[in-house]
């Protein structure tokens, strides 16, 4: 027994952590919104309740030290009268501390003192700002008990808007039937169920609250007349009395007509009216339980019983089980290689065979049905890329004010899915680069003011599909960046050499920016100058089978572009021939394929290249040249070649091929460092024959190629593997697929 219960113990804790993490990102974005708005009394509210349910949570799991401080700022919250100058940095300062907390909580460590927050709320609270308000407050409201209810300025704000709206605004008193076993579901029913009648604009006590009390008030405004609205509020077994008064008509805005009492008798066929399902999930959402957040709404009636449950359809489930999933439906891509490998023999041997058809028929409808299944499974692991950018305004913001800068955050394209693998392997990179942004591209005010540029600097954050890639992209517009610094900075670190630097485009300069241990600041920060960042960004995407392009115009801004698969798991490759060796390579990155002969190459500074359509193409070989090779004549250099052209950005770059092999749906099997020690292979998979395929990765060949160029050796031939090489790779990938 106390197995089990340990074990729901630590999911409800894995369920906190993942709901607290979600509830302090919205409380960081209400917090920038507060910054730019202050005092909007809408947007503390919501502050307040994002902390209150942190609070609930947090106690249910028994985090006490978490609990208390969340409280403590929920009461503050609360009072009618704050420092609103600095409500904004307590809010920002609160979601740092508890944020600390869960992180000490997960990890089972000392928990960190909350004390420095507790005294910015006493500062909060205590000021001679906002002391006397709250006690002018208090003694209204205690004035005030035997009258009636006391409402916030909001929510007399709200009461007005709706009047001018044509709306009638009613103040409704409840009564709990004293037999009601679930006093807490009871008033969330008579929410959902008033809900339907109109706008809910205030409730006492509070709907988040845990209180038991026996009576319920609320101001609805509604088009409804008081006789309709007090029908809804009649709920057999569960409201023994309705009370409505008229707040204010469209006419009238003042309190007009008699309270209404309503007595609701429980008939004797109507007690099982309520169905349990219902008020069990009321009693849920009501309880301060973990994701109260995302807790559907319980219904008021058996009608709605379908709507409730079709809301409570998500299922939270480990990545792990998703992965072996994925992992399955690409063995079955495997199966599905093997079985049309002997449908075509089958069909050479027997062309006139009447089962032909059929297996060919067979073969169709089973390769349409996986390739749903498969595009089914891989929608599963996708996720917004919203999940990532949102993380970005709260840091942009404390940067920019440590930098001294003033920096807007522009996004777009959140709703872009990627596989949540990626998103999660790309967090570190884009952090990176944001930071760079804001630290070394948006200029100060002073400086943006010389240039004629707005004070405020802007960085746009966006992402899109693009064929089977997903694009994300870091643009500002800042300063730019000076390619002639840049070989400056890089001859002085020792990075180049004045040859090399002479030898460089602008293009290629840019490219420095991502060498190891480079970096133009001239003094090191906390926020940069030390050389790592954008090195660790190149090596990331070349891990992740992507890359990463800069442009750049000086005085106008910088823009970043990240190129992502879709999957790491699946892909379409186009085979090719090497030495009768076979290779792949992402069918997306090819832009045209072109044949040529040996004798139409030319050397240029120790590289081939080719004249194609009017344009020099530098080219690549994966192999080694026909008269160099043991044995081959040098009339072999007359033999017709493929030429695969790749293009990363601006650049272009053709690949030497012997032989196209065809498309080819392929499941790409990690190779491990000791399999294989060269980075310009990727990964390996298996045909359907059996036959072994090496993936290239072409981020790693191109800077191979760019690395020869620029040290003037002899990049161009002999990058692959040698034959023994290959044989210890091919071994290595047939034993892990």
């Known amino acids: 027994?106390?197995?089990?219960?340990?074990?729901?113990?630590?999911?409800?804790?894995?369920?906190?952590?993942?709901?607290?993490?979600?509830?302090?990102?919205?409380?960081?974005?209400?917090?920038?919104?507060?910054?730019?708005?202050?005092?909007?009394?809408?947007?503390?509210?919501?502050?307040?309740?994002?902390?209150?349910?942190?609070?609930?949570d947090a106690a249910a799991c028994g985090f006490r030290e978490l609990s208390e401080l969340a409280h403590v700022l929920e009461d503050a919250l609360a009072l009618d009268a704050l420092d609103q100058s600095s409500l904004a940095d307590v809010a920002f300062t609160a979601a740092d501390v508890f944020g600390s907390m869960l992180q000490a909580y997960r990890l089972k460590t000392a928990v960190p003192s909350g004390n420095a927050l507790q005294k910015l709320i006493q500062q909060l609270t205590t000021s001679d700002k906002a002391a006397k308000p709250r006690r002018k407050t208090a003694t209204k409201a205690k004035s005030k008990v035997a009258v009636g209810t006391v409402w916030t300025e909001y929510e007399?704000?709200?009461?007005?808007?709706?009047?001018?709206?044509?709306?009638?605004?009613?103040?409704?008193?409840?009564?709990?039937?004293?037999?009601?076993?679930?006093?807490?579901?009871?008033?969330?029913?008579?929410?959902?169920?008033?809900?339907?009648?109109?706008?809910?604009?205030?409730?006492?006590p509070d709907k988040n609250s845990v209180e038991a009390t026996p009576r319920m008030e609320l101001l609805i405004a509604s088009e409804r007349t008081a006789e309709q609205v007090a029908a809804k509020a009649k709920i057999p077994t569960v409201i023994s009395q309705v009370e409505i008064n008229v707040q204010g008509t469209p006419s009238s805005k003042k309190k007009s007509a008699p309270p209404r009492i309503v007595e609701v008798a429980p008939p004797l066929d109507s007690v099982d009216s309520l169905a349990p399902t219902q008020a069990a999930s009321a009693e849920r959402q009501a309880a301060p339980v973990i994701a109260e957040t995302k807790a559907?709404?319980?219904?008021?009636?058996?009608?709605?019983?379908?709507?409730?449950?079709?809301?409570e359809n998500t299922l939270r489930v480990d990545a792990e089980r998703i992965d072996n999933l994925l992992n399955l439906v690409g063995e079955l891509i495997i199966g599905k290689s093997m079985l049309q490998q002997a449908l075509n023999q089958f069909a050479r041997e027997n062309p006139k065979d009447a089962m032909r058809g059929k297996f060919a028929d067979a073969m169709a409808f089973q390769a349409r049905v996986l390739n749903d299944l498969q595009r089914s499974v891989m929608k599963v692991r996708m996720v917004p890329v919203e999940q990532l950018f949102r993380r970005f305004p709260r840091m942009v913001r404390d940067i920019a004010k440590h930098c001294g800068k003033q920096v807007d955050l522009l996004m777009s394209g959140q709703d872009t899915d990627l596989d949540k693998s990626l998103l999660d392997t790309i967090a570190e990179p884009l952090t990176h680069m944001v930071r760079n942004s804001v630290s070394h591209g948006i200029e100060s005010p002073e400086e943006r003011a010389k240039t004629g540029k707005a004070p405020r600097g802007t960085i746009h954050l966006r992402s899109h599909h693009q064929g089977n890639q997903v694009v994300v992209e870091i643009s500002d517009d800042g300063r730019g960046i000076d390619a002639q610094r840049l070989k400056t900075k890089a001859l002085q670190q020792g990075i180049i050499d004045a040859e090399e630097a002479a030898r460089m485009t602008d293009t290629e300069a840019l490219e420095l920016i991502f060498r190891p241990g480079f970096s133009t600041a001239d003094e090191i920060t906390e926020i940069s100058g030390r050389g790592v960042g954008l090195d660790v960004v190149r090596s990331v995407m070349q891990r992740l089978k992507g890359s990463v392009e800069v442009a750049s115009q000086l005085g106008q801004g910088t823009t970043f572009r990240l190129k992502l698969p879709l999957t790491l798991a699946i892909i379409k490759a186009l085979l090719f021939r090497v030495e009768q060796r076979l290779y792949a390579i992402p069918l997306n990155a090819v832009a045209q394929i072109a044949r040529a002969r040996e004798s139409e190459l030319h050397r240029v500074d120790q590289y081939e290249v080719l004249q194609l359509r009017n344009q020099v193409l530098p080219l690549i070989r994966l192999g080694n040249r026909p008269d160099e090779g043991p044995g081959e004549k040098t009339a072999a250099v007359s033999q017709r070649i493929f030429i695969l052209v790749i293009q990363a950005g601006e650049r272009k770059l053709g690949l030497i091929v012997d032989a196209l092999e065809g498309e080819e749906e392929l499941v790409i099997k990690a190779l491990d460092d000791k399999t294989v020690a060269t980075d310009l292979v990727g990964g390996a998979s298996i045909l359907g024959d059996g036959r072994v395929v090496l993936i290239m990765n072409l981020a790693a060949i191109m800077e191979r190629f760019s690395k020869s160029r620029l040290n003037r050796t002899d990049g161009p031939t002999g990058l692959l593997l040698t034959h023994a090489e290959q044989a210890h790779v091919a071994a290595h990938a047939g034993g892990q697929a």
Do not use: W
Not at 30 to 51: F, M
Not at 165 to 182: E, F, N
Not at 296 to 311: C, I, K, R
């Open 1 to 56: 027994m106390s197995d089990s219960i340990d074990h729901l113990g630590g999911e409800m804790e894995e369920l906190f952590f993942e709901t607290a993490s979600e509830l302090l990102q919205t409380l960081n974005d209400l917090a920038l919104q507060l910054e730019k708005h202050p005092g909007d009394v809408e947007t503390v509210q919501a502050i307040r309740r994002s902390v209150h349910t942190l609070k609930g």
């Open 156 to 204: 007399i704000l709200a009461q007005q808007s709706a009047l001018e709206q044509g709306k009638s605004v009613y103040h409704i008193t409840a009564t709990i039937d004293r037999l009601c076993a679930m006093p807490i579901a009871a008033r969330q029913l008579l929410i959902t169920a008033l809900s339907s009648s109109g706008d809910i604009l205030a409730t006492r």
């Open 296 to 311: 559907p709404e319980p219904v008021a009636t058996a009608t709605h019983a379908s709507t409730s449950a079709s809301s």
